[in-house]
């Protein structure tokens, strides 16, 4: 029945002065060049093997159907999961597997695979003999094996998985054995919901600070409990080579397990009563202990309560043991941090984090490793002489480095001390490899650490590899990626012989798998991929900069027409799609993102594709709002998005490209909020396209996006920043699309449903869009087209057909 309602309209709402013609009923299509570029096969991914001699390609399927996307859901407690088959809601699965012979390229066979292959959390094993995945069916997820050596995939055990969390595949290090989540085979049948309501629905404060940000799917009532409880309960087993499988403990809603790299212990959080009905799971009270191999508790690492009274901040943490973690080099050493300010980021102090660690058998003293100025990130090790431990900080930017001696007592060194924002000095991420008994390390050459980086410059992104002295700082650039090329690192395959698995692209060149041997330097393509929109190939593509009216200089990438000539054609109807950020320094902003080498595969998601309507698209246009000093970023957000919008159109018009007077704005999510609040205080466009944005901060009163103040800390800014409350003042054609089931926290459909009201009741044109069955992204292929079609629709009227003899 769902089904088919949705099948027989489309819920459109529009006003009666909004549209030319009468409003059509069920899914629209745009023209087929769109409709080309949408069912374009999606980009292949790839996974190498620990040893290096395979590369397991991964293909993806195009776009889900509406009948995909109605398919059982329960919402709960922040999550979104199949029923039927026990996973995430709408899962992206893996549709092929081409297993490719490193040193030859050959493609080696897999026979047995399923027929209608639909595999999520593909797990080498660490001898690299055996390929681990689930499968999804129609109602169980099934675990299933490829043994490579004898070319044959085969279901493994015959245990349902629960992968509501995500299929968990923890496989042993001697490659014989693999540790996982199931369904509880006792459990019985699922909790119906009672005709006749069990009572009322309270809930109470008194007198407890417990701000808590705009959350969606929460638990509503006992029986979505009942519900979480039934889905969400897992049992930990070890399945063996030949399929046996051994239950561990007894079932409880567990959502993570990880096994110590001697495979001796299993580190189990499970999730503790009373749930709660105002904040999501992660905040859930929670039980981090420590199992062995017969699954009996040895030692309990944390019990946290509820954590639904958080301070207000990005930098705010529970005041218990958290980011809880095996240290990746020793057999079973327990690495947390705790927070030395009680988790609130307001506190004056010097020390906000401590790290320690703890050997098993866990009976010790713990060890402290150091103390941090800022909150605990990770920590990778090499050996037990080194080790590497991040800290940040959000509300300055900083992020510090530091190199430890886990299992020694010498003083933390550290290694840099740096903005995170500044993507131009960013010295990259240290390369890890898999040893054969399984354990991730950080690679280690005396004293030097390999980095990969995305190499942001003045030209754009240009990745590299370097050497880097974890003592001495001294950096030496070993490659980099050159033009007409983008390639970008992936893994290591020979951290001696400099050997990498890298990803290749040109502009009409779609992404492909190499090897680069950076010692013998040498480039070796393992894949081929054909281009999937060969009738694009004529649309070109720039990465341009500019400045707006300050002198902070800005960029973006601009599509224009295949066989375009400015001279011949004049200026185009244009539109700009951007996304506003925040940054606490003007230098940061001006930073250049992106590449002119990527492969120029058209999109359909941003704007790109109305470069076969005519359009100029001046795409991923930065929208920096810069807050310096004692001044945040927010405080001039109104008066920083115009400036950036009348930068964008100066250039364009400059350029030649752009008629001044057919420009048009639009935006996804935060994007739809900028898109409101420009058209709102200016008339520098001639329409909007706004897709699942929040408009009334009222709604999200303790903060949005990356403003931590309150609506009572400043209630002035919420409703300058409001668009709704400025909805008099749109009178430029805005079109509004939303999902009817976004999920996303703040972007409630209601938010796209009020603005359309007060914008209809003063007068403006607007047209809402309701994509039912739709989450925060729009992923079925009706939907995306039909929302491509009015998209075209609405920007030919206003835009690229608007009368502008008058202006």
Wanted: glycine content about 6%; overall charge negative.
């Amino acid at each position: 029945m769902r089904f088919l309602l949705i099948v027989l309209s489309l819920c459109v709402l529009v006003s009666s002065n909004a549209w030319a013609n009468p409003v059509k009923t069920g899914y629209l299509e745009p023209t087929q060049d769109i409709i080309d570029i949408v069912d374009a096969a999606p980009a292949p991914g790839a996974s190498m093997s620990p040893n290096g001699s395979l590369l397991l390609a991964l293909d993806y399927p195009a776009l889900p159907t509406l009948t995909d996307l109605a398919a059982a859901e329960y919402r709960l407690a922040g999550m979104r999961i199949n029923p039927d088959n026990q996973t995430t809601s709408q899962a992206r699965y893996i549709s092929g597997f081409r297993l490719l012979d490193v040193d030859t390229g050959e493609e080696l066979n897999i026979r047995g695979l399923p027929r209608d292959l639909r595999a999520i959390s593909v797990s080498w094993s660490p001898n690299s003999r055996y390929i681990a995945f689930a499968q999804m069916q129609a109602n169980e997820t099934q675990l299933w094996r490829i043994d490579v050596e004898r070319g044959r995939a085969e279901r493994w055990g015959r245990s349902s998985l629960n992968a509501v969390w995500g299929a968990q595949l923890e496989w042993a290090h001697d490659s014989q054995s693999l540790y996982t989540l199931t369904v509880d085979s006792k459990r019985g049948d699922a909790p119906t919901r009672s005709r006749v309501p069990a009572g009322p629905v309270v809930t109470e404060s008194r007198g407890r600070s417990a701000p808590a940000r705009t959350y969606q799917d929460l638990l509503a009532d006992s029986h979505d409990e009942a519900l979480f409880d039934y889905y969400f309960t897992s049992q930990v087993a070890r399945v063996n080579a030949r399929g046996r499988v051994e239950n561990l403990g007894s079932p409880a809603v567990i959502n993570n397990i990880s096994l110590a790299p001697s495979s001796e212990y299993l580190l189990v959080t499970n999730l503790d009563k009373p749930y709660s009905y105002a904040v999501p799971q992660f905040r859930f009270a929670r039980t981090t202990a420590v199992w062995n191999k017969r699954g009996e508790r040895v030692y309990t690492v944390v019990e946290q309560e509820l954590a639904d009274n958080l301070p207000i901040g990005f930098d705010a943490t529970v005041p218990n043991r958290r980011s809880i973690s095996w240290r990746n080099d020793a057999d079973a050493t327990l690495v947390w941090a705790l927070a030395a300010d009680g988790g609130d980021p307001r506190v004056e102090t010097d020390i906000r984090d401590q790290v320690f660690q703890l050997p098993a058998p866990f009976t010790a003293e713990p060890k402290k490793l150091l103390d941090l100025s800022f909150r605990f990130s990770r920590l990778l090790a090499a050996d037990g002489e080194t080790a590497l431990v991040w800290e940040r900080f959000w509300a300055d930017r900083n992020e510090r480095l530091w190199r430890i001696s886990p299992d020694g007592d010498a003083e933390p060194q550290l290694v840099w001390d740096r903005s995170y924002e500044d993507s131009y000095n960013d010295p990259g991420t240290p390369f890890t490899t898999q040893l054969e008994n399984g354990r991730r390390v950080l690679i280690l050459d005396g004293q030097n650490v390999l980095l990969s980086g995305r190499g942001a410059s003045d030209d754009g992104d240009r990745p590299f590899i370097d050497r880097f002295n974890l003592y001495t700082g001294e950096t030496e650039r070993l490659w980099r990626s050159e033009s007409p090329y983008y390639e970008q690192p992936r893994s290591v395959i020979d951290s001696a012989g400099l050997v990498f698995l890298t990803q290749r692209e040109s502009v009409d060149s779609p992404p492909d798998f190499y090897i680069r041997d950076i010692g013998n330097d040498s480039l070796t393509a393992l894949t081929d991929t054909p281009h999937p929109m060969p009738q694009t190939l004529d649309i070109s593509r720039e990465l341009v900069n500019y400045e707006r009216a300050d002198g902070l200089p800005m960029s973006a990438t601009l599509f224009l027409p295949a066989g375009y000539d400015k001279e011949r054609d004049g200026p185009l109807p244009t539109i700009v799609w951007a996304y506003p950020r925040e940054y606490r320094s003007a230098a940061a902003a001006a930073q250049v993102s992106g590449s002119p080498y990527r492969f120029n595969r058209i999109s359909y998601w941003n704007p790109q594709f109305l470069a076969t309507q005519g359009y100029a698209v001046f795409d991923s246009a930065t929208m920096p709002i810069v807050g310096e000093g004692d001044q945040l970023p927010n405080d001039t957000f109104i008066e920083q998005l115009v400036l950036n919008s009348e930068a964008v159109i100066n250039f364009g018009v400059e350029l030649g490209v752009s008629d001044r007077e057919r420009f048009a704005l639009g935006g996804h999510s935060y994007g739809a909020f900028m898109t409101a609040n420009v058209l709102a205080h200016s008339d520098l466009f001639k329409a909007g396209i706004a897709r699942s944005g929040a408009y009334n901060r009222s709604l999200t009163p303790f903060g949005f996006q990356r403003e931590e103040r309150t609506i009572w800390d400043d209630p002035e800014l919420y409703q300058r920043m409001s668009p709704f409350f400025s909805a008099h003042q749109i009178k430029t054609p805005l079109l509004l699309i939303h999902g009817t089931d976004d999920n996303n926290s703040g972007t409630f459909p209601m938010q796209s449903e009020r603005l359309y009201q007060a914008v209809k009741g003063n007068g403006g044109v607007v047209r809402l869009v309701m994509l039912p069955l739709e989450s925060h992204g729009y992923r079925a292929r009706e939907s995306v087209l039909h929302m491509l079609h009015e998209t075209v629709e609405w920007l030919d009227e206003f835009v690229k057909n608007a009368d502008t003899s008058a202006e």
